[in-house]
């Protein structure tokens, strides 16, 4: 059974920045994509950004380029958000999930474990 458990969340000044983690347990990654998306009260769940577990390829949201970034540790099983220049409007809840990288797609159905989530609020 896929586990993801994020951290790093917390409370930052606009133009700051926060590292999110995501550990990842249950199974082996290869063949997988995780992902973060979030979710700000009133609205739907958006897609952040994505990883391929196989090769490293990213995606990340036009609303997040140049500012976020994502990586991962193979050897920590763990998957991190880089968040640089954090604006009030990042302020979410984000969660990491995870796909098979063949089912491609970014939204939230096309995920199919997801993490509790970890609040990030940036104040103004």
């Keep these: 059974q896929v586990q993801l458990v994020e951290s790093g969340g917390g409370l930052v000044q606009a133009g700051g920045s926060l590292r999110l983690s995501c550990a990842a347990s249950g199974r082996t ?28 390829r990213t ?38 999930a995870s796909r098979l990288t063949y089912s491609r797609g970014s939204r939230p159905s096309d995920f199919s474990s997801w993490g509790q989530g970890t609040q990030v609020t940036v104040s103004s």
């Design 29 to 56: 990654f290869s063949g997988y994509t995780l992902g973060w998306f979030r979710q700000a009260p009133g609205k739907e769940r958006e897609f952040v950004a994505s990883i391929e577990w196989n090769g490293g």
């Design 59 to 96: 995606y990340v949201a036009d609303s997040a380029q140049g500012r976020f970034a994502m990586s991962r540790d193979n050897a920590k099983n763990t998957v991190y958000l880089q968040m640089n220049s954090l604006k009030p409007e990042d302020s979410a809840v984000y969660y990491c």
